[in-house]
């Protein structure tokens, strides 16, 4: 199989130089990180766009390109039409959700359940949630991987102890700077990934056309919405899936959370939407065009990756895995913070030790991010060697079986006053046994029909994306029905009525901006710290585009490797320019 050039020791330079930086900037805030608010929420002093652009990185990561580079490898547009579907679930948290997570004035995103419902539906939703979190996360890691693994040619590392050296990065990354560190550097990576993925785009166009390919030429169907085997009823169930998500999960609803204002919590969502928008037509194009440019692939998850190895020059590739590292180190660092969140707050403060400090809680916080580290390296492995499903319809078929039994209680919480704290228990109970129950049945079909795929389509279709789909749809009605008659049924008593009153009269109060909360002192502001980071980052690019022209041969490379450099080094002065203005006004 040709996946295009193998990384060169100058990449490996690129690699190693962008971790030390990004670890750096990470470890600066490690230093003045001494509460578990600052570790868990950034504080709730960031600045809409900068959270914006975190719940952005944070949303997709390595998982994005090869699990919809593998869509559209296969059937097409249909790729960028899915992920866009994502608009609809932000829509509503710019509309209505956003502002009543930021006014449930809590640390982590299931605290508020203590509050809305009662201490065991905390503790419930706390792991029944986990495995969607760790099963998604193994997702990631196992992504990310796929790049490292291609870029050395598939030979010098396996795949397993690639997926192992990721997260064990993404682990180092998680201890260091807490919410506040990810957040703030999710800047730079953001534009690291953005550059690097236009210039793949760029670079694949030309590529394309000068092979003498048209878009004529591309198979039957790839500009079709309906292409493949997903149809209008899936697309029903993406908009209930994604409205669910984007609204409920753990590492995204937790930027809401950081910053000042529920105002500010509804920008974010807002500007989270328009970069959905617009993002997938240049990330999941260049696997569309290389149907045709690499139409040999055996593995279609490779064929981001494959495309990039074959268009980008020496430096660039380097580039590369640092924006598909910098994608998921900004979603995992973000998942790690959360879920060692739940562990500190919900496990160990909550049962074993009410009266913790807050530097034990953020002792304990660090230790809970390699637990939970550790057993996202050893899903990942498990996701690795499972055969005969697209990435995206093992995606569905996970977040299915528990996520609308997890999630539902939260969003219909908001909404919803009758609901209470044993009809939203029975819901989730009702919703998690339907899902896994589902997913057996679905298991056991399969292999009983697997040999008459060939012949039947229309069974083919049922048993697995039509399964997947109305598996999700039949799920939320089983767990938004069960909360409605249990809560008819136990209404809950008058303290538990007086508390979810008094919870509701929160949501419809105003947050007050604690000016002395909202500025923290530093030497260095947040953005001074992105500006230096993405500075030496430029810098960095710079030498290496300046030794591949004094060793001669690379043909564009040293050009391509300089103007970059030169660019992310302008923006990086630009921003240091700006906040040091903003600071002295200040």
Not at 360 to 374: D, E, F, S
Not at 401 to 430: D, E, H, N, Q, V
Request: glycine content about 8%.
């Amino acid at each position: 199989m040709d996946t295009g050039k193998a990384l060169q020791s100058y990449d490996y330079i690129i690699i190693a130089g962008y971790f030390l930086i990004i670890l750096g900037t990470a470890a600066y805030f490690s230093k003045r990180t001494k509460l578990s608010r600052d570790f868990f929420i950034a504080g709730g002093t960031m600045p809409w766009w900068l959270a914006g652009i975190s719940f952005f990185m944070a949303s997709h990561s390595a998982l994005s390109f090869v699990m919809y580079g593998q869509l559209g490898y296969k059937y097409g547009i249909t790729a960028v039409l899915i992920f866009q579907v994502s608009v609809t679930g932000l829509v509503l948290a710019g509309l209505y959700v956003a502002k009543r997570w930021r006014r449930s004035r809590t640390v982590t995103p299931i605290q508020f359940l203590e509050r809305r419902y009662s201490l065991y539906m905390r503790q419930a939703l706390a792991w029944t949630g986990f495995p969607v979190r760790i099963m998604d996360d193994a997702m990631k890691i196992f992504s990310t991987a796929i790049f490292v693994y291609v870029g050395m040619k598939l030979a010098v590392i396996s795949l397993p102890a690639a997926i192992t050296l990721v997260g064990i990065v993404m682990i180092i990354y998680a201890l260091t700077g807490g919410q506040k560190g990810v957040i703030v550097t999710d800047f730079l990576q953001f534009i690291i990934t953005m550059i690097i993925v236009i210039v793949i785009l760029v670079l694949t166009i030309l590529r394309f056309y000068k092979s003498g390919f048209s878009v004529s030429q591309l198979p039957s169907g790839f500009l079709s919405p309906f292409s493949g085997p997903y149809h209008a009823f899936d697309y029903l169930s993406f908009i209930a899936l994604m409205i669910i998500s984007y609204n409920t999960m753990w590492s995204l609803v937790h930027k809401f959370n950081c910053v000042p204002t529920e105002k500010d919590a509804s920008k974010v969502a807002w500007l989270v939407a328009v970069l959905n928008l617009i993002a997938p037509i240049i990330f999941f194009s260049p696997s569309i065009f290389a149907r045709l440019i690499l139409p040999k692939l055996a593995h279609p998850e490779y064929s981001y990756a494959a495309i990039a190895f074959t268009v980008l020059p020496t430096g660039m590739m380097g580039i590369l895995v640092v924006g598909m590292f910098a994608s998921t180190i900004a979603t995992m660092g973000s998942e790690f913070n959360v879920l060692a969140g739940i562990l500190t707050n919900d496990l160990y403060k909550r049962i074993f030790k009410p009266d913790a400090s807050d530097r034990q809680l953020v002792k304990v916080g660090k230790i809970a991010t390699i637990v939970a580290g550790g057993l996202i390296i050893l899903m990942a492995t498990i996701v690795a060697n499972l055969k005969g499903f697209n990435l995206f319809d093992i995606m569905l078929k996970s977040f299915g079986a528990l996520l609308p039994a997890t999630a539902l209680p939260i969003l219909m919480g908001f909404f919803w006053k009758r609901i209470s704290a044993r009809g939203a228990l029975y819901g989730l109970i009702a919703g998690a046994i339907t899902g896994t129950v589902l997913v057996i049945i679905n298991a056991l079909l399969m292999d009983a029909n697997a040999s008459r795929f060939a012949s039947d389509p229309t069974l083919q279709y049922w048993l697995k994306q039509g399964w997947d789909s109305g598996a999700i749809l039949f799920n939320s009605g089983v767990t938004i029905l069960a909360m409605y008659f249990a809560s008819l049924r136990y209404p809950g008593s008058t303290e538990e009525r007086k508390t979810a009153e008094s919870y509701f009269k929160d949501l419809d109060t105003n947050i007050v901006v604690d000016a002395a909360d909202s500025v923290i002192e530093t030497k260095l502001s947040n953005g001074q710290i992105v500006a230096v980071a993405t500075l030496l980052f430029g810098a960095l690019v710079i030498v290496i585009g300046a030794l591949l022209a004094l060793h001669g041969g690379y043909n564009t490379a040293p050009a391509m490797n300089i103007g970059t450099g030169v660019f992310l080094s302008l923006i990086g002065i630009a921003i240091y320019i700006k906040e040091h203005r903003d600071k002295r006004k200040r």
